[in-house]
């Protein structure tokens, strides 16, 4: 089983779409899914409950150290979705049983300064300061074209010691498909594609570290 820790410090920065979008890609790809939402909000675990019948289900587990022991022996991908301003001892009851930790980035200097203090954070977690944790970080809703995009890209690949994995752009096609409980890879296309092309990089990290 591989398992994707998703957290940040930062509430709103799209935790519950990395989630939930790379959930939508191993349930299309056959592989047995399951969600841990740890977070309050509960996002990610209605996003599961919404999913209709023609598409691959997902099961959705609330948080907790608890919840690890309810997975199914046959889960081949884990999700775990945390809660806005996790530290260690947040995330401790999932940190052994992590593969690999994505941070979700978002372009302003706010969302940047937050982050880099979380980074400092995390540097100090012993699985991930012995190198047993591989920690990514994922620069989301961009506006490739614009300024304000780029600074803050060439900024956060300056200042963090843990690589950028991903560029996602900003699309409502998240927020309309999230309320339906389906994501981009439930569809094919032409226009769907192009989103999906943008994760590419973000899945061959992820089975590079696993």
Not at 4 to 17: D, E, N, Q, W
Request: net charge neutral.
């Amino acid at each position: 089983m591989l398992t994707t820790l998703v957290a940040s410090s930062k509430g709103g920065c799209g935790k519950s779409t990395l989630v939930t979008q790379l959930a939508s890609h191993w349930a299309q790809a056959g592989q047995h899914t399951a969600i841990i939402d740890a977070d309050r909000q509960g996002s990610s675990y209605r996003w599961a409950s919404l999913r209709p019948d023609n598409v691959p289900g997902v099961l959705a587990l609330e948080g907790g150290r608890k919840s690890l022991q309810k997975l199914p022996p046959d889960t081949q991908q884990l999700l775990i979705d945390t809660p806005a301003g996790s530290g260690e001892r947040e995330l401790e009851p999932y940190l052994e049983q992590a593969d690999v930790l994505l941070v979700p980035v978002l372009p302003s200097s706010f969302d940047l300064h937050a982050t880099l203090h979380f980074i400092e954070e995390l540097q100090s977690i012993n699985r991930i300061k012995r190198g047993k944790l591989p920690v990514g970080l994922v620069a989301n809703r961009l506006k490739p074209w614009t300024h304000a995009s780029q600074d803050a890209i060439a900024q956060l690949a300056e200042q963090s010691p843990f690589p950028i994995v991903a560029q996602l752009r900003d699309s409502q096609a998240y927020v309309l498909l999230g309320a339906l409980g389906k994501g981009i890879f439930d569809y094919q296309s032409e226009q769907v594609r192009n989103h999906q092309q943008d994760w590419k990089a973000l899945l061959r990290w992820i089975k590079r570290q696993h």
